[in-house]
């Protein structure tokens, strides 16, 4: 009991000492009195073609890099000149370009999946704004 006993203690003054707080009051971050620099926030939307545009470029330089370390591991390849470590050295980057780029075109299909079950596009796909 002499073990529990400061716990108990610290637990009933940590309790004791709350006091309740109470959300009465309906904040609205776009409110002129929310100052200047937030207000600007209020008015930005995602609408039309933009999110689409940026997960189809990521996918675009995702895919583009892959193949970029694709070709290096070619013509280091080809410039290893016969030395077994310079071989499997080329060998693992074709290798780990190969999966990344499984991985992007398994990423790209799962989200198309995910959107085709949500009824959502690429292109028409929209983030709400603060406003509502």
Do not use: H
Not at 10 to 18: H, N, R, V
Not at 58 to 85: H, M, P, Q, R, V
């Amino acid at each position: 009991m002499r073990r529990i006993y400061p716990y108990i203690v610290s637990a009933t003054a940590f309790l004791g000492a709350a006091t309740p707080a109470f959300a009465q009051t309906v904040i609205d971050p776009c409110a002129k009195s929310a100052g200047p620099g937030f207000n600007k926030l209020c008015n930005l939307t995602f609408s039309g073609g933009v999110v689409g545009a940026f997960i189809t470029i990521g996918f675009i330089i995702a895919t583009l890099i892959a193949l970029g370390f694709l070709i290096f591991g070619g013509i280091k390849w080809i410039t290893s000149g016969g030395d077994k470590t310079a071989v499997e050295g080329a060998r693992n980057t074709i290798v780990a370009a190969l999966v990344g780029l499984v991985i992007v075109f398994l990423a790209y299909f799962i989200i198309n999946i995910i959107f085709k079950f949500f009824n959502l596009d690429f292109g028409n796909l929209t983030l709400p704004n603060i406003n509502g």
